[in-house]
Nanobody, 123 residues
Framework: QGPLVESGGGSVQAGGSLLLSCSNA?????VGWFRQAPEKEREGLAL????????VYTDSVKGRFTISVDHAKGTVDLQMNSLKIDDSAMYYC???????????????????WGQGTQVTVST
């Protein structure tokens, strides 16, 4: 299994969309997208079990973000719509080999991390 590598970040206006992709991610028990803004704690956003594609969303992104697995490409993607200024942060992909009934949202349970990709939302 290669390292997790995020792509797709960038700058977008409020209300716009971005698609983030995490490569080498399909072989884990749980894979999640997290973010960390300056002077804030890292928070879980969307998590998924590649084995049965069961997603979990936190309230801050529910209804706006969609996590999915592309087994052909081996990626876990995050479609982000209706972006807000407060969504600006460094976004990370993370994974764990552990098997969970429901993927945990706290970053402490994930021990494989990508380098991150910056998302900036402006007016």
């Amino acid at each position: 299994q290669g390292p997790l590598v995020e792509s797709g970040g960038g700058s977008v206006q409020a209300g716009g969309s971005l698609l983030l992709s995490c490569s080498n991610a399909a072989g884990f028990g749980c894979v999640g997208w997290f973010r960390q803004a300056p002077e804030k704690e890292r928070e879980g956003l969307a998590l998924i079990k590649p084995s049965d594609i069961t997603p979990v969303y936190t309230d801050s992104v529910k209804g706006r973000f969609t996590i999915s697995v592309d087994h052909a490409k081996g990626t876990v993607d995050l479609q982000m719509n209706s972006l807000k200024i407060d969504d600006s942060a460094m976004y990370y992909c993370a994974a764990t080999l552990s098997i969970w009934d429901s993927c945990p949202t706290h970053p402490e349970w994930y021990n494989y991390w990508g380098q991150g990709t910056q998302v900036t939302v402006s007016t």
